[in-house]
């Protein structure tokens, strides 16, 4: 009925604060357990006889895991966000179920963690895809880039607490640790705290999913803009549409390539600062500060640009410009016998943090330019699309590391060179803001 209509301008509810805060949660406890392996690999080594090659592959699970990208994206666009979050948290207790499996043989044991890491990474596509269809279905023009960056950013914020928890929690072999209670190293005390962590993530999985199954509305009563109750296009259609559109290429390829290096890149962290003497608690307080400093800065960014309009490109112009020379200075850094710059905590500190910042901090930006772009796309499509492409390269750059993980060179190489070729690609890409233009016009 014409009265029960809401007005152009749209109508929000106090409670979309509750969805986002369910939805990131669920988020950031995906990225805790897909990061659990890689900042303690020198523990796990030895309480679970893991090689390189294993803990590589623990990490290769999260691309992966987005074989069925495409199948997420249909089940948003047509059963809503209730069904796809519950689907998506109950892969995520199943797998973290998994790992927990107390099996005395190792090699079985060692195949259910795998299973584990699998199932949690199939969870990546919704909790990577999902963030911008939130910010559209439940928040105003004036608060969805901000509420984008909170519900993507969050999963990164649990990859950086895993940089925390885990060598915090876990001692490393060589008996180095910062509790009193964890001076002895021995195999099976170090296979117990492992354990710990991974009956404590099974638990907090458990309880978000619950969470969520009590209350996770698929969308609002009433739309909150006029763009929310547009009609948007078929899935076969927004896929014709993304494909034969040369502007958002150019810019999936820009967000793709260094997004999916350093994702890559910080998933083995540890692995690479081995080599130049970094302790196994260091390698994890700078993977943990490089990403909590992208996400501040990314919701910082996300507010200014929902005050001023209009300024995506600009604000990625200047992050990834910041990347490419943090990114430089790392890689120069490493090269210590060529360059002879110092290679001190303190440098790799800086250069490992201020890269995390800048390419971290410019996610929730491109997915904004993204959905602007392309309108009217669905946005799940849209990112989902974007982030399984970032997700390609991470996957090839992974797969490489699998046969050449004795020597790093060419992998630290590897984040300049994208750096500057997404700086390149956003100088030539012409900006445009279709959503945003139908919000103001048609609600004036």
């Known amino acids: 009925p014409a009265g029960r209509l809401p007005p152009l301008s749209g109508r929000v509810y106090g409670r979309r604060w509750l969805v986002l805060l369910l939805f990131s949660l669920l988020g950031f406890a995906q990225g805790l357990v897909w990061n659990t392996w890689g900042p303690i690999q020198n523990s796990a080594r030895l309480a679970f006889g893991f ?64 299973g584990g890491q699998l199932l949690n990474g199939l969870a990546g596509p919704t909790v990577m895809n999902a963030a911008p269809f939130l910010s559209t279905t439940w928040f105003s023009p004036d608060e969805r880039a901000t509420a984008t960056a909170i519900a993507s950013l969050l999963n990164y914020l649990g990859a950086a607490g895993a940089f925390l928890v885990g060598p915090l929690v876990v001692p490393s072999p060589n008996g180095t640790a910062h509790l009193p209670l964890l001076s002895q190293s021995n195999t099976e005390h170090i296979k117990d705290r492992i354990e710990a962590v991974l009956y404590a993530e099974f638990g907090m999985v458990s309880l978000i999913f619950s969470a969520a199954l009590a209350y996770f509305p698929s969308r609002p009563p009433f739309p909150p803009s006029v763009a929310a109750a547009s009609q948007r296009l078929s899935y076969r259609r927004s896929f014709c549409r993304l494909l034969s559109n040369f502007r958002f290429l150019m810019i999936a390829l820009a967000y793709a390539i260094p997004l999916g290096v350093f994702s890559g890149w ?100 491109f997915f904004e330019l993204f959905v602007e772009t392309v309108y009217p796309v669905p946005e799940g499509i849209t990112c989902g699309v974007v982030t399984f492409l970032s997700n390609v390269f991470m996957g090839v750059l992974l797969f490489f590391l699998t046969f050449y993980h004795t020597e790093f060179s060419w992998f630290n190489w590897c984040l300049p060179g994208s750096c500057l070729l997404s700086l390149l690609l956003i100088l030539c890409f012409r900006e445009s803001y279709d959503r945003l233009y139908l919000d103001v016009v048609v609600s004036v």
């Open 266 to 365: 910080s998933g083995v962290l540890d692995l690479i600062l081995t080599p130049v003497h970094v302790s196994q608690v260091d390698a994890g307080w700078i993977g943990f500060w490089s990403i909590v400093g992208g996400c501040v800065v990314g919701i910082a960014m996300a507010r200014f640009a929902d005050f001023i309009r209009g300024m995506l490109k600009f604000i990625l112009l200047l992050l990834l410009s910041g990347a490419t020379l943090a990114s430089t200075w790392f890689t120069l850094t490493c090269l210590t016998s060529v360059t002879h710059l110092p290679l001190t905590t303190a440098t790799l500190y800086t250069s490992c943090i201020l890269l995390g910042i800048f390419l971290n901090s410019s996610v929730p930006i």
């Open 51 to 114: 090689s390189g090659w294993d803990i590589a592959l623990l990490v290769f699970w999260g691309p992966i895991g987005f074989a069925p990208c495409f199948f997420f994206m249909w089940l948003m666009d047509k059963k809503g966000l209730r069904v796809t979050v519950l689907l998506t948290s109950s892969l995520m207790v199943l797998g973290a179920g998994l790992r927990c499996v107390p099996v005395s043989d190792l090699e079985i044991r060692k195949k259910l963690i795998h």
